[in-house]
Nanobody, 128 residues
Framework: QLQLVESGGGWVQPGGSLRLSCVGS????????IHWFRQAPGKEREGVSC???????DYANSAKGRFFISRDNAKNTVYLQMNSLEPQDTAVYYC??????????????????????WGQGTPVSVSL
């Protein structure tokens, strides 16, 4: 069974940090790009960051300079380090796996139709 499981969400004050983890199982993790999406209340889901099957990464403008994505294939895990969190970062964060396009790079604005595996999501709340 193809599966992604996120963890690490929670509540944090503005300016704080969280590290999200996404663990894959049931598929050849190394072959897949891993994306992070988020969906805020009342808004559409949007891409936040991604890590290619190689070394390529990409970030949404809202995440650049604050969020950092990394990958440990030995652990079938992708991490999203989120720093300087702001109330507008409040959302449910989902990781997703895709093999769409070249393995060397990824694009944050991936069409969700190309996602092959979704995680269940982990909520992040940023407030006083």
């Amino acid at each position: 069974q193809l599966q992604l499981v996120e963890s690490g969400g929670g509540w944090v004050q503005p300016g704080g940090s969280l590290r999200l983890s996404c663990v894959g199982s049931g598929f050849t993790f190394d072959d897949y790009k891993i994306h992070w999406f988020r969906q805020a209340p009342g808004k559409e889901r949007e891409g936040v960051s991604c890590h290619s099957a190689s070394v390529g990464t990409d970030y949404a403008n809202s995440a650049k300079g604050r969020f950092f994505i990394s990958r440990d294939n030995a652990k079938n895990t992708v991490y999203l380090q989120m720093n300087s969190l702001e109330p507008q970062d409040t959302a449910v964060y989902y990781c997703a796996a895709s093999r769409y396009g070249s393995s060397w790079y990824c694009l944050t604005d991936l069409d969700e139709a190309h996602v092959e595996v979704w995680g269940q999501g982990t909520p992040v709340s940023v407030s006083l």
